[in-house]
């Protein structure tokens, strides 16, 4: 895969490597570790400026799917690229809500960058051709849900809807492929979260004669695009192994959706036309930074929120559009590495340890499914590590003799060191998740830091 340092693509359908691989690395270092020269901050875009048929989202309300098509028929065929298309909100139980506002231009922009990319993987467009369709498994409310109906209206094609979005129904093996076997392009495309994937692929196993229905319908897409959540090694490999079109993506609502891509085994990659900063934090771990990203794909900032929008949307001098993100990350010639929220650094009796380190750790073991870590407030220790974790279905035993979650303790000693070794491991059958699928994280924390006080 190419590195996200060396390349800038531009462009609606073909990417162009505008610097030769053989860059000095210092001097690229030195330019990607940097901020973007003249960044300054723009304003919030004010209620006043969304029009009638701009579509709104929120995470704790139902979506209209039928009316989201109609409004962006009409938005996303308009000539104005600023034309204030799509609302994602907040529930704000967590916080302050937000309210995130994407052009036209944005989720065009958003969408060609895909186009880009799979057109760019060798094979993909010589063999396959037609305008793509889209299976649509995730909420319209979340922002990879709205942007499967925003990207089959700009393809001009009709997207599938999964019972599971539109009925009373919970994602299964059946609600899949009906809806798969529904797809009539040459080109077809989803959104899922790892759980989803989890799900499809352990009923496969569990399933010989269901397991051959189910692979064959995942290998049959262009591309899966896997996001929300961070996927475990084990359920990439897996996917690898079976030669599914697996796509890992990065990013988020003020980014309209996924703008950095990742085939396993490699890191991740700037679409076409993303741009990529990590820019140095005193509490970055070493080595890394904050994530940066900018092109015309980034959000116009929060709705009426002047404050938010300042601290985290720019403008270059170029008029390039600038997202900070709350990720830091590492880049190298492989390219980018996330290593997790600024707010997952935990620091416990003084020493900073990366929450994404240790799930990975724990997620190494091959009866973890996945796994969600966390700091809670200890008087010792300022904040104790804790974790939670689910089992494979069917391989859930130890392969030890030792107890499993001794032998996850141990696996964080060894990889990390015993400062990152959890002090409180649960097990949970299923993780509570929000209404978009993802991980609910203010959940976990609860039940984490409820167990943690009563032992």
């Not at 506002?101 to 880009?116: I, K, P, Q, Y």
């Not at 539109?166 to 009539?184: D, E, G, I, Y």
């Not at 794909?297 to 002047?306: F, K, L, M």
Request: some cysteine.
């Amino acid at each position: 895969m190419r590195s996200c340092r060396s390349v800038t693509r531009t462009g609606r359908h073909t990417p162009t490597i505008s610097k030769p691989f053989a860059v000095d690395s210092a001097v690229m270092s030195e330019q990607l570790m940097s901020l973007p020269s003249g960044l300054r901050p723009v304003r919030a875009p004010g209620v006043d400026s969304l029009r009638p048929d701009t579509v709104r989202v929120y995470a704790d309300r139902p979506a209209d799917i039928p009316a989201m098509l109609a409004a962006f028929e009409r938005s996303l065929n308009s000539a104005d690229r600023d034309y204030p298309a799509l609302v994602v909100g907040t529930s704000g139980s967590t916080g302050t809500p937000k309210q995130t506002l994407l052009s036209a231009g944005a989720l065009a922009a958003s969408a060609s960058a895909t186009e880009g990319y799979f057109a760019g993987i060798s094979g993909v467009s010589a063999s396959v051709s037609g305008a793509a369709q889209w299976l649509l498994a995730l909420p319209a409310h979340y922002v990879a849900g709205a942007q499967v109906l925003a990207r089959s209206v700009l393809a001009g094609t009709s997207p599938v809807i999964a019972d599971s979005v539109t009925q009373n129904v919970s994602f299964s093996p059946t609600v899949f492929l009906s809806a798969a076997h529904a797809l009539s392009s040459s080109r077809t495309f989803i959104s899922l979260v790892p759980t989803q994937l989890h799900k499809l692929l352990e009923a496969a196993d569990s399933d010989p004669t269901l397991g051959s229905e189910i692979h064959a319908a995942l290998g049959s897409f262009t591309g899966i695009l896997l996001g929300g959540a961070p996927a475990s090694a084990a359920l990439l490999a897996q996917a690898s192994e079976l030669s599914l079109p697996v796509v890992t993506t990065y990013g988020s609502a003020e980014s309209a959706g996924g703008c950095l891509y990742a085939r396993y085994p490699n890191d991740l990659e700037a679409l076409p036309g993303v741009q990529l900063r990590c820019v140095p934090e005193d509490s970055a771990p070493e080595g890394a930074g904050r994530i940066y990203l900018g092109g015309d794909h980034i959000a116009s900032g929060y709705v009426g929120d002047e404050q938010r929008t300042a601290e985290h949307f720019f403008v270059d001098s170029q008029g390039t559009r600038w997202y900070r993100t709350d990720d830091y990350g590492a880049l190298s010639t492989h390219g980018l590495s996330v290593l997790g929220r600024s707010d997952d650094v935990i620091i416990s009796g003084g020493i900073k340890i990366s929450a994404s380190a240790v799930r990975q750790a724990l997620e190494g073991a091959p009866q973890v499914r996945e796994a969600f870590v966390a700091g809670v407030p200890d008087a010792r220790w300022g904040s104790a590590v804790v974790a939670a974790y689910t089992k494979v279905g069917a391989s859930g035993a130890s392969s030890t003799a030792e107890p499993l979650e001794q032998h996850l303790s141990q696996l964080c000693t060894e990889q990390l060191g015993a400062h990152a070794r959890p002090k409180l491991l649960v097990a949970l059958e299923d993780f509570p998740v929000t209404s978009t699928g993802k991980p609910d994280r203010a959940a976990l924390i609860g039940i984490l830091t409820e167990r943690y006080r009563a032992q």
